[in-house]
C-alpha cells in the first residue's frame, strides 16, 4: 500500500514573505501573546503499554505519514544512541516522501511491479521483505543471477514503498513471551533473522523493539563508542540523507525516466560518498583498538608479582 499522497513544500522565498507577513499581523493583534501561553501544537501520542500496541503504533506512524517516528519504537541504550536514532528518523522520513514522489511519477511501473510480485507470491516464489533479509539458508560465494534479481526485487519494493510491509502486516506479525519482560517478535509464526531473532522489551511500562546489533560478531566491534565515532554516524546517516533528498527532488522534476534509471542514480549518487564515510569509520574504529591495546599493554606491564 503506497503512502498517502503529500502536498509539496512551497517555495522557500514565498515562504518566508508569508511567515514574515504573519508574524506582523500576529504581533498586532496580540496573538503572539497567546501564541507564548499556548505553545505548538502536541506530537500524536502513540500507546506502546502492550506488545500489540506497539506493532499498532508502527503501522499506525507510517499511515499518518509519520514514518520519522518509527525509531521511537527502538530501544537506545544511551543517550548518544538515542540521539542518533533521532537521526535516523530523520532519514526515514524523508524515505517516505521519496516513495511518494516515486509512486506519482511512475504509477503505470509501480502496478506493473506490484503484479509481478503478487503473481510470485501465487506461483510460490515469493518472499517478503522480512524474509529476504533473513539470512538463514544463504550460500557462500559471489550471489547467482537468481540471488541478484531477488536483491532488485527488494531495494524497488524499499524504494517504492519503503513501509508497505508494517501496514500489510496484520495477522502475519505476531510474538511469543520469553518472560515477563521479553517478547520475541514472530513473522508468520518464524522467528525473524534467527537465530539472533528480534525481541520487544518493557521498559518503565512502554515496549520497545530492541535490535541485535551487538549480538552479531561482525557488527559490534563496529557499534560507535566514542564521540568521534557518533559524530561520523551521524554523518553517514546526514550523507545518506542528502543522497533520498536529491532522489525525491530528481524524480520530482522528471530527471528520472523510469525505475531502472532510479536505480541506476541511487548507486551513482550513494556510491562514493557511503565508501568516503565508510573508510573515515573504520580508521576511527582502528585507531579505538589501537588505544585500547595500548592501555592493556600498559596496565599489564604495570603489574608486579603477587599484585
Known sequence: MPPPNQPAAPNAAKSFVIFLAS????????????????????KKQYDRSTPD??????????????????????????????????????????????????????????????????????????LSLLQQFNPSGRRNGPPSGEDSERWNQLLQAVATDPYGWLTDAEGRLSYTAIDDERVAVLWDGKPILPPLGLVMQQNMGEWSLVLPLKSIPMLSGYMPQTPNEYSIWGSILQAVDNVVLDLESDVREGKLESLDALARTTGQKAAPVMMGCMIAYDRAVRERRRLDREAREAAKA?????G
Do not use: C, W
Open 53 to 126: 500496541a506497539m506493532l499498532e503504533a508502527a503501522r499506525d506512524m507510517v499511515v499518518r505519514n509519520d514514518a520519522e517516528r518509527l525509531t521511537e519504537l527502538i530501544y537506545a541504550d544511551s543517550l548518544e544512541m538515542e540521539e542518533l536514532y533521532a537521526r535516523l528518523g530523520v532519514v526515514l522520513g524523508h524515505l517516505q516522501d521519496l516513495a511518494v514522489a516515486i509512486n506519482e511519477r511512475f504509477p503505470e511501473e509501480i502496478k506493473a511491479a506490484q503484479a509481478k510480485a503478487q503473481e510470485e507470491a501465487k506461483a510460490g516464489r515469493g
Open 302 to 306: 604495570g603489574q608486579t608479582p603477587g
Open 23 to 42: 508574524l506582523v499581523v500576529l504581533v498586532g493583534v496580540g496573538v503572539g501573546l497567546g501564541a507564548v501561553f499556548f505553545g505548538p501544537t502536541p
